[in-house]
């Protein structure tokens, strides 16, 4: 007699949770920022938090449910998939409800370019091609750091320019992270330490992202536009760079990489809210 096989489990943790553990920081940061900025909370800022999660959440289902159907992973997957989808749409749905009855429905704006970003990262997967692509970091970090003008325009209740400013700034430190990340993820591999040459050679992109964003800030609070203590928490991460530059990270696991990129986009999250 032919037993019955068990249905696969719908609470399955790699689907409905990123496994990337470091891009938590480039949705928390950017919110955070935006929320302390704003300087009001109220049920609206509650809706724009549940929106915002439930945004991000869906991308990890919906990943695994395009790899479930090209082959990369069993297709008894896709039920789970799809009942995460259904859970973050719903909550998105009820976030969503919940800004346009408090007058907000024009931060839906802000989701516009999600989707073209989104696109090309399920292309991408359904290629086997989604790892080590940069480009699509970068321009989806951009898209995470709209968080920071959604909440702070939620807390200012009008869509001041102010918002624009954290954007920028907030996209800036994501990127520079990102392009350092790789850096020490290429120099785990190394097999000995380069000469002061070879470590700023290969450190150069990471050194040039840093440095531009301090110059930029210090160029924007001269101006008046954004307060010049700024440049403190980008000079940070500015430090961090040159030290890791000159520091290559032989051997290093990835997890200790990425835990020293959590602190140092904790503290300059910190740091931020407290100086604006």
Known sequence: MQTARPSPSLFRRHIALPT???SWVFLLSPLLIGLFAGGRWSAASAWLIGAAFAAFLIRQPVTMLVKAYSGR????????ALFWIAAYGLIGLAALAGLLANGYGYLLWLAVPAGPVFAWHLWLVSRRAERRQMGVELVGSGVLALAAPAAYWVGAGSAEANGWWLWLLAWLQSAASIVYAYLRLEQRVLTHTPGMAGRVRMGWRALLYCSANVLIVLGLGLAGIVPLALALPFGVQWAECVWGMLRPALGVKP?????????VSALFTLLFILLW
């Open 20 to 22: 990337d553990h470091g």
């Open 255 to 263: 997890v200790r990489i990425g835990l020293r990129q959590t602190i």
């Open 73 to 80: 992973r069993s297709r008894e997957e896709a039920p789970a």
